[in-house]
């Protein structure tokens, strides 16, 4: 069959769906077609939708494709669905983005980096399912380890854990030098 | 070019939250920046006066002061008296780490998570600034239970753990085996079950092949899951089966408040409302 009618079969299928769709799934459902066939028109796909200027993109995210709505039209939506959406307080965020870096990681441990109590927003967080148990810690009391789950990846947009916006890593204790990445000026381009 | 330099620089020294601190941390970031001293080598009794005078100004205005505080003051004093004792000629030869090395480094590290937290509420969240579809299937809706469903008293969950108790114990024989499952892990296996498939039956948990051990660790990750409100245990008719579902999402907004850290805007106190 031609790549052109496998793009538009799955293009229906994502259509369809009220969830991420992965490759795996696709590949049990269209199991008449190759993998990479799949993979390749998933590909020219994304390609499309995000060249055209439509009103959707096809986004990856939680490893799995999704239409989404482009960002820039939140605001019309929002008119439309008169929801404000999810909205965070700054301590569900600090928690949320210590235990998306730090995973596998316990209560005592966030405690520790927020300098405050976490448990009600930890609970909170786990009931949103944004959170979940992982298991539990070899050490004495058996605490509970907590990491992110696939719908923290789906509702930040992200394809997976190693997506997440990088951070610096931790400065030793000698001061940096606070014109390190600054460029030099480029003196000779201008007398030229 | 360097007006755009300079605006970012601005940017970064005004982003201050004014007196609604997340903890001890957060309020000796914003000290830091305020007195615009060097994190690397802070002054440590200015800034010690000032977060106790912060401290003051909070029971001035009858809040409670969040013991994390209370911890942290007594940190800095301690490193403050730390410094202030001269280096004995052994100490000088071990070279004693300085006093403050610990707080800068969880002072920076948190400063890390924080700016973290900020990257990630710019991202393009779901429901926020992106949509997705959602549609209710009607083949899911009819296998939904139609009636109003009835919470579970504990008697009848204990009750219907006894049925299955009943069913297997018969011909289970004595069986040595390696160290089972633990609670917490059984409550993860639990709950992943309830994420895949939404509504569990009781029943269904408990299969035929299971030692009695696991049964028991079974039903109390059950009532562990209850307990911490996780889950939500119903019956479409008595005496019918139980189901198991995750707990409703809160309400929106929940994510708001409920921190003990955020110490300072709290108008709704008890005090407040009894004197008014």
């Known amino acids: 069959m031609s790549g052109k009618s496998l793009k538009s079969i799955i293009e229906s299928l994502l259509f369809v769906h009220d969830q991420p769709l992965s490759l795996d799934r696709l590949a049990l459902i269209l199991e008449e077609f190759e993998r990479a066939d799949l993979r390749a028109a998933l590909d020219e796909l994304v390609e499309e939708y995000a060249a055209s200027e439509r009103g959707i993109v096809l986004s990856y995210v939680a490893g799995a494709y999704q239409f989404r709505s482009r960002p820039e039209h939140a605001d019309y939506i929002r008119r439309l669905t008169k929801s404000k959406g999810v909205k965070f307080s700054q301590s569900a965020l600090e928690t949320l983005a210590i235990i998306a870096y730090r995973q596998p990681v316990t209560r005592a441990e966030v405690e520790y980096l927020r300098g405050v109590d976490s448990g009600g927003v930890m609970k909170s967080l786990l009931e949103k399912k944004l959170l979940r148990i992982m298991g539990k810690k070899d050490v004495p009391g058996k605490p509970l380890i907590y990491g992110t789950s696939r719908e923290f990846l789906e509702l930040f947009g992200l394809k997976d854990l190693n997506a997440l916006p990088t951070l610096k890593d931790i400065q030793e204790l000698a001061p940096p030098d606070p014109f390190a990445d600054q460029p030099a000026l480029p003196l000779e381009a201008v007398e030229a | ?276």
Not at chain 2, 33 to 46: G, L, Q, R, S, T
């Open chain 2, 1 to 276: 070019m360097q007006s755009n330099l300079f605006s970012e620089a601005l940017d970064q020294s005004y982003r201050v939250q004014i007196e609604e601190f997340e903890g001890p941390l957060d309020l000796l970031l914003h000290l830091i920046k305020k007195n615009e001293v060097d994190i690397y080598n802070i002054p440590i009794a200015a800034i010690t006066r000032q977060y106790l005078e912060y401290m003051e100004l909070l029971k001035e205005l009858n809040l409670d002061i969040a013991g994390e505080f209370l911890v942290m003051a007594a940190t800095l004093l301690q490193i403050k008296s730390r410094m202030l004792l001269p280096i004995t000629p052994e100490e000088e030869e071990a070279e004693v780490e300085d006093p403050r090395a610990e707080l800068v480094r969880r002072l920076l590290e948190y400063q890390r998570y924080r700016d973290a937290s900020q990257l990630l509420s710019c991202r393009n969240l779901l429901g926020r600034d992106v949509f997705a579809r959602k549609f209710d299937s009607p083949e899911l809706a009819e296998l939904e239970p139609k009636e109003e469903p009835a919470d579970v008293e504990l008697f009848e969950l204990i009750e219907a753990f006894q049925r299955v108790l009943a069913r297997v114990s018969i011909d289970t024989f004595h069986d040595v085996v390696a160290d089972g499952i633990s609670i917490a892990d059984r409550i993860g296996e639990v709950l992943s079950v309830l994420h895949a498939e939404k509504t569990v039956c009781f029943d269904s948990l408990f299969s035929d092949g299971m030692t009695r051990d696991l049964l028991v660790v079974t039903f109390l990750s059950i009532l562990e899951l209850c307990k911490l409100k996780l889950i939500k245990v119903t019956q479409v008719e008595s005496l019918g089966s139980i189901w198991l579902t995750l707990a409703a999402q809160p309400e929106e907004g929940e994510l708001q408040g409920g921190e003990t850290g955020n110490v300072v805007h709290d108008p709704a106190g008890p005090e407040e409302d009894s004197g008014a």
